[in-house]
């Protein structure tokens, strides 16, 4: 009986665990998607301002005041400067992920992960925002493999590609693997407050579950 007893305790720690990448797992996305963003209206504003591209800075954001933002910013690309369209191609996806198109988000992402014209830093924060939205039924070993050079490497998006496979882990029933991976985020120099809280919150579940 008493082993009956362990094997539901196990379990529920289990339980929590998911329950609890379930919980802060979108706002996870948003913050990816909300630097991004930023990042790339800097990015953006600076092209306008070297080169007065006043068609491309307004193009763009009559498109973003649309009510069907997909459609409009697709109408706009003709007229949009590189930082621009790069900027556009980001918000489409996250439209599309909000609308729960996740094939067509996943899709725009990897093209973008996929663009040798634009920086390293874009490229990575769209493999890794195509992961994050990725349909059910995605074959967890194709999104731990597109991760793996995110999370085997030193840079900005490490600790967030780390969490995500660990969340991988947790779905694959593999708290032990989670666990060294949450360990890792709590290792790094450079480690945002949120997702050290993040980290340190799952440690404990993951420890007793592993025992």
């Not at 990015?43 to 070297?50: E, H, I, R, V």
């Not at 920086?119 to 059910?136: H, I, R, T």
């Not at 999104?143 to 840079?155: E, I, N, R, V």
């Amino acid at each position: 009986m008493a082993d009956i007893f362990d094997e539901i305790d196990e379990e529920l720690k289990k339980d929590k665990a998911r329950l609890l990448w379930a919980r802060y797992g979108k706002f996870v996305i948003a913050t990816v998607t909300a630097v991004i963003l930023g990042v790339g209206s800097a990015q953006g504003l600076k092209t306008w301002k070297t080169k007065q591209a006043e068609t491309a800075a307004n193009s763009y954001h009559r498109a973003l005041d649309s009510s069907d933002l997909v459609i409009s910013i697709r109408e706009a690309m003709a007229d949009l400067t590189d930082g621009y369209e790069m900027l556009a191609h980001f918000r489409m996806a996250a439209a599309k992920a909000a609308n729960g198109d996740s094939e067509g988000a996943v899709s725009d992402y990897m093209m973008l992960a996929e663009n040798k014209a634009i920086k390293p830093l874009y490229q990575q924060a769209a493999l890794l925002l195509a992961v994050m939205n990725a349909p059910e039924g995605t074959d967890p070993k194709q999104s731990q493999d597109q991760l793996f050079p995110l999370t085997a490497t030193p840079g900005p998006w490490q600790g967030l590609a780390l969490e995500q496979s660990a969340a991988l882990d947790l779905e694959n029933n593999d708290p032990a693997a989670a666990l060294e991976k949450f360990e890792s985020i709590l290792g790094l120099v450079e480690l945002s407050p949120e997702l050290r809280q993040r980290a340190s919150q799952f440690l404990p579940i993951l420890k007793s579950a592993a025992e």
